[in-house]
């Protein structure tokens, strides 16, 4: 199997702090994850790409310094909303591809952020 | 430019009466499509894809879509819709390795008794 998951499933923070979202590769080496943003009846945005041992790729728009992403090591990449404020409340999904040349993503069950 | 179109944002259909979720892309080289289903408050799961070969797929839960590279279109159908089946549909399309897959908007499809 390809098993993705997320951590935490569901998290509050107040308005100012910071907040960490796991993402794990759970039985297979990813070398790329992609992490995605979900607004309300919306569809999933790309925020960034994740390759290991690398700087993320940041799409248009997406702020890195708000968004921190880390992909230490082929197994675990984290997504830091840094500073966060209401707006930022979302729904965040990250994927994970086994090689490099593969076209398939395996996506996590999310994480839903709600900032207060 | 790339992108994906669905032009039905929400549909109904009856309990055991067939289905067809429209699907249709735009990109510039060969497409590599895919069906996911996200059910409330959860993760994608893919239905199914379509690399290349046979433009007839088929799915888990009894889904199948139809590659037509004439209508650039890339349709799911299920010949009887259960209730379970009431969740969101997105279809994404992705080209070249190692990169992102682009969505469309999704359809929510509701399911009546």
């Known amino acids: 199997g390809a098993v993705v998951s997320q951590h935490p499933s569901r998290v509050i923070c107040k308005s100012g702090t910071s907040v960490k979202i796991e993402c794990r590769s759970l039985?297979?080496?990813?070398?790329?994850m992609f992490w995605y943003r979900q607004f309300p009846k919306k569809s999933l945005m790309l925020m960034a790409t994740?390759?290991?041992?690398?700087?993320?790729?940041?799409e248009q728009g997406v702020e890195k310094d708000k968004f921190l992403i880390n992909h230490a090591s082929l197994t675990l990449s984290t997504l830091t909303v840094t500073s966060a404020h209401p707006e930022d409340s979302s729904f965040y999904i990250c994927?994970?591809?086994?090689?490099?040349?593969?076209?398939?993503?395996?996506f996590g069950p999310g994480t839903r952020l709600t900032v207060t | 430019a790339q992108s994906v179109t669905q032009p039905d944002i929400h549909i109904t259909v009856s309990e055991g009466a067939s289905l067809e979720l429209r699907c249709n892309y735009s990109?510039?080289?060969?497409?590599?499509l895919f069906w996911y289903v996200q059910s409330p408050g959860q993760g994608l799961q893919l239905l199914l894809k379509?690399?290349?070969?046979?433009?007839l797929v088929q799915g888990i839960k009894g889904f199948e879509a139809e590659f037509k590279r004439s209508q650039s279109s890339f349709n799911l159908r299920k010949p009887s819709v259960h209730w379970s089946d009431a969740a969101e549909y997105f279809c994404?399309?992705?080209?070249?390795?190692?990169?992102?897959?682009?969505f469309g908007k999704g359809t929510t499809l509701s399911v009546s008794s």
């Open positions: 994404a399309v992705g080209g070249q390795a190692g990169t992102a897959l682009i």
């Open positions: 990109y510039g080289a060969t497409p590599y």
């Open positions: 994740s390759n290991e041992g690398s700087k993320a790729t940041y």
């Open positions: 039985d297979f080496q990813a070398t790329t």
């Open positions: 994927s994970a591809r086994k090689e490099r040349s593969s076209y398939e993503q395996y």
């Open positions: 379509y690399f290349s070969g046979d433009t």
